[in-house]
């Protein structure tokens, strides 16, 4: 059986970045960030990280459930991209 990652970094899909931007909405370790919705991260991260874009929601969608994001961004991009309008974050589309 693999060990759980200990730190966030380590979890499928993160790296030294999310390691920094998480904890400005209080996610410091693996088992937060699986107990928290993704999508209320992202939400919260949005103001706090310029420029944060949906590969990050990707990311954390993926980390959680152990998944590669590019499969998630495949796989369910219209499911997030609707829950995102539902919430008011849908990102804008040029014109």
């Known amino acids: ?11 499928k899909g993160l790296g030294p ?3 920094q931007w998480l904890p400005l ?3 410091r370790t693996p088992d937060e960030l699986r107990a928290a919705d993704p999508f209320q991260v992202y939400a919260r991260l949005l ?3 310029p420029g944060l ?6 990311a954390l969608i993926g980390a959680i459930e152990g998944r590669n994001w590019i499969d998630i961004k495949r796989e369910r991009r219209t499911e997030i991209l609707l829950r995102l309008e539902d919430m008011g974050l849908a990102p804008r589309r040029s014109a």
Do not use: A, F, K, S
Not at 1 to 11: E, H, I, S, V, Y
Not at 53 to 58: A, E, I, R, S
């Open 17 to 19: 970045r999310c390691e």
């Open 25 to 27: 909405v209080g996610i």
């Open 47 to 49: 103001p706090q990280v």
């Open 53 to 58: 874009g949906l590969n990050m929601l990707y």
């Open 1 to 11: 059986m693999t060990p759980r990652p200990q730190r966030l970094r380590d979890m």
